[in-house]
């Protein structure tokens, strides 16, 4: 959403239509993301998570208001609310992933996660590409907006009512910790 529709909103909804403006709306996104993944990289990773589902509900919330309320400084709020969401919600589940994985199967699960996290960028992305002709560019972004805080709450109530997961990922991030650091020797049998 931040990247392919919320820029074109600065032409059809402000009047901007400066390629640097749109540019600097997503470093504010990605930006954040990337000083919000340095943040939050020695928290607890279940925290984290919280930290940047809650941020990726409140982000499209703020940024689809500001967006119809034709406020600009808003947008920009929102946008910058929304890279806290994606700067602690990918990187923190990608630790989560990947301390439960042998290290030997780190890489392909990583190349996993790249595909369908690009997947899930592109494809509701070209699909909002395909309606906004036919019912304009603000209500795509409505609903774009809208599916991204139903994931994320989902998502949300999920990661809270899971405590069998906690105890799993914690579990095997310490066997991978201990074999990955030799303190733990496997007895023949």
Do not use: C, W
């Amino acid at each position: 959403m931040f990247l392919s529709l919320v820029p074109s909103a600065l032409g059809a909804v402000f009047g901007i239509t400066n390629h640097f403006a749109a540019g600097a709306l997503i470093a504010v996104v990605t930006g954040v993301g990337a000083l919000t993944g340095l943040a939050t990289q020695r928290m607890d990773a279940r925290r984290a998570v919280l930290v940047g589902l809650v941020a990726l509900v409140l982000g499209p919330i703020v940024t689809v208001a500001f967006v119809m309320a034709h406020s600009l400084p808003g947008l920009v709020v929102g946008s910058a609310i929304a890279g806290i969401g994606f700067g602690a919600g990918f990187q923190a589940p990608l630790r989560m992933l990947l301390a439960t994985a042998a290290p030997t199967h780190r890489a392909g699960l990583l190349s996993t996660i790249y595909v369908v996290s690009y997947l899930a960028f592109g494809v509701p992305a070209v699909i909002g590409g395909l309606l906004e002709p036919s019912i304009g560019l603000v209500p795509v972004i409505a609903g774009y907006g809208g599916f991204i805080v139903l994931a994320a709450v989902v998502a949300l109530v999920l990661q809270l009512t899971s405590k069998d997961a906690a105890a799993v990922e914690e579990q095997a991030a310490e066997v991978i910790e201990r074999t990955a650091t030799g303190s733990i020797r496997v007895a023949a049998e």
